[in-house]
Structures are given as C-alpha cells and as structure tokens.
C-alpha cells in the first residue's frame, strides 16, 4: 500500500491547527497532528517543503522505517518543529494501518488494558469565590479529577486564568481559556513568585476544605520557580494531597528535580515541551518524576511516545499525557488509543475544544462518568471535514510571555 497524496491543511475554527492527510493507492485516509501553538507555520513548511516529498510514493505500512527515515535522515535531530511534523507522518500511518486492519487503534497497539481514560479538566478563577464556581461547574460536565489555577494577590495575569481581555473579548466561546491570543504581538503577563508561594497553599487548603479529601487535584507551576523554590512549594502542598506538581521547574534544567525530589513527596509532573526520550533519559533512571506529560503530537507520534513510557515503566512512572485544546482532535484521539492500551497509564488531560473544533474534525470518542475512551470506529476515529476547514484561514496567534515588577523577562 503506497502514498500517493500528502496534505497539509491549516484551519483555524476556533484556534489554529495543522493537519496533516495522507491518502493511499487502496484509498485509505491517515490524520496526523503538527500543532504547535503560536509557532503553527514553522511545522507547515517543514512538512510541505520537506517531508511532504520524501513520503510519495513510500509503503504506508512500514511505519517505524518511515520514523527512522525522517529522523536520521536530516541529521539536525530533536526539536519541536522537527519532532511535531514527524509525529504528524507516525500518527496518520498508525490511523490508515488500523483503518486497512479494520480494528480500531488501540487493537494494533496490544488492545485495551481497560475500560476507559480518568481525565482531568482546568478549573480556574481569579479569586476563591469563581474558582469553586469552575470546580462544580466541572463536577457537573463529569470530570472526576480537576487542575486547580489561581489568581494571585498584586498580579494582574496568571497562566491558567483567562485575562479580562481575553475572556471579555471570547464571551460564550471557549477560545478564553486558551492563553495563546490571536494578534499581532505576544501578550504581555506579570509575575512575583514570593506572591504566588505565598498564596497557592492558601487556595489548595481552601479548595480541600470545601470539596473533601478524595477529589484528585493538580497543580500547574509552568517553569516559573528555582529548584529552590519549587522544593519549597511541594513541601507547602503536601497536606493537600495532589496528585502532582507539574512543571515546577524549567523543563531543560532536569538536575533540578534532583533538589525539588530531596525535599518533598509531592508527585512530579513534567515533558510537556519535551521531544524525545533522550529528554527523559536522566529523569527517568533517577527516578526524578511521577508523570509523564509529553503529548503524541509533540514527541514523535506514537511510536516514539510509546518507547518513552514503555521506559518509564520500568520504574513505576506513569503518562499524564497533555491534552490542552492546542492538542487538536486528532492529536487527543491518538492520546487515547495510546492511554487505552499502555499497562503505566495515569491520567490523561481533557480541556473540550470549540463547536467550531467539533464541526471540522468529527470524532467517535466519548466521554463518560469522567472517563475518556477512544470509540471503537477502524484507525483513530477522526474525520477532518475539509470543506468547514476551508472556511476558516489560519490567524497568527500567541503565546504569552512574562516581565518581572523591574522588567527582566521572566519563565512563562
Ligand atoms: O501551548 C501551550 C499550552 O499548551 C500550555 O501552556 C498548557 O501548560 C499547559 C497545560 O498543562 O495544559
Ligand atoms: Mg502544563
């Protein structure tokens, strides 16, 4: 069975996303993933001007060579534009060998080593009073376990929390929890982290006090703190019980969660800007963290990701595999026939994407009692409409970034 159509399609319904759709001689249609938020254009050129080429004509059935190919061969190795367009080839080969296998993903990768994906979603709010609100407005849509953000005392953003603007300008759409901003020029945030070490043990007692001991909460640090610091926090939110810390530290520096580990036993979450497993190498054989946050999308498909956690196996270290809406639905459908079949699942993150998301990809998952499962459909189940993604052209977006009270640019 050999490739003979490769497109890459970029639509943006309610954020952007990049797609890409490979057809075979025996008609088979393959979705791969290459989102990366805020630089989206980067993936598309490396693909189209690129990998688009080199993948006429080859067997679609030879995945892992088609892998190896594209690594090696470009000798400039790693990176997230690299490693987002391979991964977008490894997924959409995976969904046309199931589709041509008949089974639904999961089956080719061993079967389902259970019934369904625990998931948890994003409450936030800039005080107290609103973040309760979004956690029972999350019991309600079902979810079992719940990222908690807050405002901070004297800063006027946060990551996690919509920015009045932001909210404001995206009433009634759900494009206001997404921090990257459509716009010329990046968002510009503040941060304190003596404020924020100050206030977040405040908010988590607060939240154990209303809501009980058993809901599973999390805690996003997104890189801001010093090892230091981040030892600091862990230690203050061990009455709380999380189930993990994520990103407490920045994510190059992994000789740092060598100090955070000394100090506390507050689980360890990170990898979400990770690319390979070579990023994981240290961490993981030191047994530095709990979760593993890397998306498909992100570190080379499945048959990449699947190697990092078949590692993390080994010791006791679980996915927690990211699912923030920049994970397009082809992305999350690979994210979860991967979850459903891996024996070290742990938890899996679901923030639901737009109507408009919805309408352009059509999915067959579904979600439950807060359980997430990838449907039983052949391939991934995921059907991009390419008609409604026409009608909504790419628009340059991104990510925000941070400036300290003195101006020095600070770790978003
Ligand atoms: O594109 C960046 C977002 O995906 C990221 O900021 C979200 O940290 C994130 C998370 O944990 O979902
Ligand atoms: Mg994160």
């Known amino acids: 069975m050999r490739i003979d159509r490769a497109d890459v399609v970029v639509t943006s319904p309610d954020r952007n996303f990049v797609t890409l759709r490979l057809e075979t001689d025996e008609g088979h249609i393959g979705l791969g993933d290459a989102t990366l938020n805020g630089r989206e254009l980067a993936v598309v050129s490396y693909l189209r001007d690129h990998v688009v080429p080199l993948l006429l004509g080859r067997d679609a059935h030879n995945i892992e060579d088609t892998w190896q190919f594209l690594y090696r061969s470009a000798y400039w190795r790693r990176g997230p534009v690299t490693m987002a367009a391979i991964a977008a080839v490894d997924v959409a080969l995976w969904d046309i060998k199931a589709k041509a296998a008949g089974m639904p993903l999961y089956q080719l990768l061993g079967g389902a080593s259970r019934t369904g994906l625990l998931a948890y979603g994003h409450a936030s709010g ?40 932001t909210f404001e300008a995206n009433k009634g759409s759900r494009y206001d929890h997404e921090p990257a901003q459509r716009g010329a020029s990046p968002a510009e945030e503040d941060w304190d982290t003596r404020s924020y070490l100050r206030h977040v043990p405040t908010v988590f007692e607060a939240v ?200 020095t640019v600070h770790d978003w």
């Open 126 to 165: 800039k005080s107290t009073e609103e973040l309760f609100d979004s956690v029972r407005k999350h019991q309600a849509e079902g979810y079992k376990a719940i990222r908690i953000q807050t405002g901070v005392p004297g800063l006027k953003s946060i990551y996690g929390i919509a920015s009045n603007a």
């Open 208 to 407: 154990r006090n209303e809501f009980g001991p058993e809901l599973p909460l999390l805690h996003d640090g997104h890189h801001r703190m010093t090892p230091i610091q981040a030892a600091k926090l862990g230690k203050s939110l061990e009455p709380y019980d999380l189930f993990w810390l994520e990103d407490c530290t920045p994510a190059e520096n992994p000789e740092a969660l060598r100090l955070v580990r000394q100090h506390t036993t507050t689980p360890l979450a990170i990898g979400e800007i990770f690319n390979t497993v070579w990023d994981y190498q240290q961490i993981i054989r030191e047994q530095l963290i709990d979760y593993v946050r890397s998306a498909v999308t992100h570190t080379g498909g499945i048959t990449h990701l699947r190697k990092v956690l078949d590692y993390a196996s080994q010791y006791q270290i679980k996915s927690g595999m990211h699912g923030p809406t920049d994970i397009s639905p082809v992305g999350m459908a690979a994210a979860m026939h991967l979850g459903l079949s891996i024996h070290n699942f742990g938890i899996q993150e679901y923030m639901k994407h737009g109507a408009k998301t919805d309408q352009t990809f059509r999915q067959s998952f579904t979600w439950q009692d807060g359980m997430l499962h990838p449907g039983t459909q052949p391939g991934l189940g995921v059907e991009l409409d390419i008609d409604e993604a026409g009608k909504y052209p790419y628009q340059q977006a991104y990510l925000p970034y941070n400036r300290l009270a003195d101006g």
